[in-house]
């Protein structure tokens, strides 16, 4: 049992908060047979945050061929890059890459890359939630020559067996896979009752070459195929049609709004004002740290609320609380999470933020402080699953210089080739 005294919730009020096991046992009351207490005083608490697409291990690649199309960039840097992959490299990847998100308030991701099981080693060494998905192309992996069933033997493996571990299916993308792949994949989700994570029309030339090559866009391929419910959960999603969009409302879809990597790339500006009209739940996403270049949700979540405002032109289009929501609230339901949300009977993963920085006063406003004046530097103890897996910025569980020297080792080695 954790006890967090006094600490300030969004509202600006001061409450308690008791957690017993891995759920919330209780807001506002103080427990005196708390295992451990920390104090809150001056600090502010907020629900974990939930990157809902990266590919966490690609932190390997950060910097490396920045400034080119995506397609370029895949072709010529990430996948020739990729064919030195190993499980260790996977392994300190993650490593790195959950560092980087519990610094900055994540507790919990969804994941599409290889090496699956080093990828979940890395997660429950440093305690936060992993929703990991093989990546599945209709040509050799870095792990395997057939992704599909390297896919299908981590879901057997690990369906079930971790409170951190969740597989999903996660083959690429359309334009990697043909149909009949994504067939099989949805016959495995269907079986296992999987998430099915996939890129959607993240660029235009993608959805045109589609619509050339099978005389349909991507989304209706989807469509027709019985692939959209409410466990379909796409990543991108920018050129979208209104069609699509009333498509995507209907079957409950879930997207994953990665304004960041988006803007990297010049794929676009996603509809997320006609996306919430309609009711589609939306949450965050960092994307991989080789096209964002960081897996920082603080900064996702001002640059998605920027982006939105001056592209529609109106400041109010889209709101801090807004886009704490998408970040916290949207993403628990996409993965049918109870998360989210600080309240009784909701999982314990809380992130203790510093409002005593000079970047954090005054507060008049904690919800607009949090969105527009945070940094990752202000997340100071991060809970997941009810247990502290960081306190004062210093990780419990892993030695984090470690850590950081054998990823630049296998990071230098992999582009070395």
């Not at 965050?284 to 979540?301: F, P, Q, R």
Request: hydrophobic share 40%.
């Amino acid at each position: 049992m954790v006890c967090i005294e006094n600490v300030r919730f969004l509202d600006g009020s001061v409450k308690h908060i008791v957690t017993e096991g891995t759920f919330i046992e209780s807001v506002g009351e103080k427990k005196d047979r708390s295992d451990s207490v920390i104090d809150g005083t001056g600090y502010l608490v907020i629900p974990g945050l939930v990157n809902t697409h990266t590919h966490l291990a690609m932190t390997l690649l950060r910097g490396h061929g920045d400034d080119l199309p995506l397609q370029e960039w895949l072709e010529t840097k990430v996948w020739p890059a990729e064919k030195g992959l190993t499980g260790e490299a996977v392994y300190y990847g993650s490593l790195l890459g959950a560092m980087e998100m519990v610094k900055s308030g994540t507790t919990c991701f969804v994941d599409m890359y290889f090496f699956c099981r080093d990828v979940a080693r890395a997660v429950e060494e440093i305690g936060m939630r992993g929703y990991l998905g093989s990546g599945i192309f209709d040509f050799p992996s870095p792990e395997s020559d057939d992704p599909f069933e390297t896919a299908v033997k981590f879901i057997e493996e690990a369906k079930g067996k971790s409170e951190l571990v969740v597989p999903v299916m996660a083959p690429h993308a359309l334009y990697t896979c043909s149909e009949e792949t994504f067939h099989k994949c949805l016959e495995v989700a269907r079986k296992y009752d999987l998430i099915f994570h996939t890129h959607v029309s993240e660029t235009e030339r993608e959805v045109r070459e589609f619509v050339d090559q099978k005389g349909t866009t991507p989304v209706e391929f989807l469509y027709e195929g019985g692939f959209l419910d409410e466990k379909f959960l796409a990543a991108h999603c920018v050129w979208l049609n209104d069609r699509e969009l009333d498509v995507f409302a209907e079957k409950g879809v879930k997207v994953s709004h990665n304004p960041v990597s988006n803007m990297k790339i010049a794929a676009g500006i996603m509809r997320l004002p006609d996306m919430v009209k309609r009711g589609i739940a939306v949450s965050l996403a960092t994307d991989g740290a080789a096209s964002n270049n960081s897996l920082d949700m603080i900064e996702v979540m001002k640059v998605c609320a920027l982006l939105h405002k001056v592209h529609a032109g109106d400041p109010t289009v889209v709101t801090a609380g807004n886009v704490l929501r998408m970040g916290t609230v949207n993403g628990a339901e996409s993965l049918g999470l109870k998360a989210g949300v600080i309240a009784e009977g909701y999982l314990a993963d809380l992130v203790l933020v510093d409002v005593k920085k000079p970047n954090a006063v005054p507060y008049h406003d904690f919800t607009s402080n949090m969105v527009y004046a945070m940094q990752s530097g202000n997340v100071d103890t991060v809970i997941c699953n009810g247990k502290v897996i960081m306190e004062n910025r210093q990780f419990l569980g892993v030695d984090e210089g470690e850590i950081l020297e054998k990823a630049e080792e296998v990071a230098q080695d992999m582009v070395a080739g």
